[in-house]
């Protein structure tokens, strides 16, 4: 059964998250603003987490083997049927530039994070995929939480 408590904070936070993207505004008129740079970029690093944090809700849930790497943690929902091959690839992507926002800070330049702001709106095709998966979990009686 999925813990759709745990979902919804997840979801909740991701769709905070964009609004507040979507508030700090960054575009290509206003990359060598620094505040927007360094505020985007935080809040990107906070959607790919949580991002994560769903992937992983769902493949414990149906009893997957957690990936050893986070933007591994797609393919398992191909498997599933929750999201498709496509979108899979798409987050791969973003994913995989994770470790350069937590680990590499001092490498990111302001057209890379101008970049992957645009590039992290697939998190949100994933976030209404996986809501769609509880949904149709739901009505076969594979939770009775939602």
């Known amino acids: ?44 690093f906070g959607i790919m987490n949580r991002v994560i944090d769903l992937a992983e809700e769902i493949l414990v849930k149906n009893s997957l083997p957690m990936p050893t790497r986070y933007k591994d943690s797609f393919s398992g929902l191909v498997k599933l049927g929750v999201i498709d091959a496509k979108l899979s690839k798409e987050l791969e992507n973003v994913i995989e530039k994770r470790n350069l926002f937590a680990h590499h800070y001092y490498e990111n330049d302001e057209k890379s994070v101008l970049k992957i702001s645009k590039d992290i709106y697939v998190a949100k095709d994933f976030v209404e995929k996986v809501k769609k998966h509880v949904e149709k979990s739901k009505k076969i009686g594979k939770t009775n939480e939602i």
């Open 1 to 44: 059964m999925y813990n759709i408590e745990k979902i919804n904070k997840i979801i909740d936070d991701t769709n905070r998250f964009f609004s507040d993207l979507k508030s700090i505004g960054l575009n290509e008129k206003n990359i060598s603003n620094m505040e927007k740079i360094h505020a985007s970029a935080m809040v990107i």
